[in-house]
């Protein structure tokens, strides 16, 4: 069965220095890769997706991530954060491309004015 | 254009009463999908809908749980009995399921359900 682990439950960081959320997944076979952002009241929003070809994507609202399979990892970065980045982020991984995914417990973010 | 919408966005029940929460998925999107978020934790998948039918209900925790979508349109997720760990976010997503390409799953803002 696949699982997502995201070891940090919560980061603090001041605004305009880097972050790193850390993803690592079991799945037997090339996995899809995902972030998603909450904010409150909000619905889960695609940050970036993973499915094959370079293992670092770009997304939205300037964030990065890295595959690296040996590690089973798929950490999330952003070089300078701004204060609306403050939301939990999800790591998750699906079996294809359009099939049910399986989340990680999520990583609340504060920024430190 | 719209997204996917919810109703209610909250729902404050007692226990051992029923409930349905309703969603609106994005049109054309012939995919639909439930999860359920308890407070801390990631979201869960719970059923996924291709057109009318279930075609994955096995994130279904019992039998209080059912959902429909006669029309391959809205979904209703119906909880019978209601338990006071039913009480969590109820998410549903919508996506298009066209072949050889990515699906994005598009998220709603979810169904907040109490149980008392």
């Known amino acids: 069965a696949q699982s997502v682990t995201q070891p940090d439950i919560h980061i603090t960081v001041s605004e305009g220095a880097s972050l790193e959320l850390r993803c690592n997944y079991s799945?037997?076979?090339?996995?899809?890769l995902f972030w998603y952002v909450q904010s409150p009241g909000q619905g889960l929003q695609l940050l970036l997706k993973y499915f094959s070809g370079d293992t670092l994507v770009q997304g939205i609202k300037g964030f990065e991530a890295e595959f690296k399979r040996s590690q089973s990892s798929f950490n999330l970065r952003k070089p300078s954060v701004h204060w609306s980045d403050a939301a939990e982020y999800f790591c998750?991984?699906?079996?294809?491309?359009?099939?049910?995914?399986?989340f990680g417990g999520g990583t609340r973010v504060l920024v430190k004015p | 254009g719209a997204g996917v919408s919810q109703t209610p966005s909250n729902k404050v029940t007692e226990k051992g009463k029923y409930v349905e929460l309703r969603c609106d998925p994005i049109?054309?999107?012939?995919?639909l999908y439930w999860y359920r978020q308890s407070l801390g934790q990631g979201p869960e998948f719970l059923i996924y809908?291709?057109?009318?039918?279930?075609?994955?209900d096995s994130g279904l925790p019992n039998d209080r749980f059912f959902a429909v979508r006669p029309e391959g349109s809205v979904s209703t997720l119906k909880i019978q009995r209601t338990e006071r760990g039913d009480s969590a976010m109820y998410l549903c997503?919508?996506?298009?399921?066209?072949?050889?390409?990515?699906?994005?799953?598009?998220f709603g803002p979810g169904t907040r359900l109490t149980v008392l």
């Open positions: 049109s054309g999107h012939t995919a």
């Open positions: 997503a919508s996506s298009s399921r066209l072949a050889g390409a990515y699906n994005e799953q598009f």
């Open positions: 998750a991984v699906g079996k294809a491309a359009g099939n049910k995914l399986t």
């Open positions: 799945y037997g076979a090339t996995p899809y």
């Open positions: 809908f291709q057109g009318t039918g279930a075609a994955d």
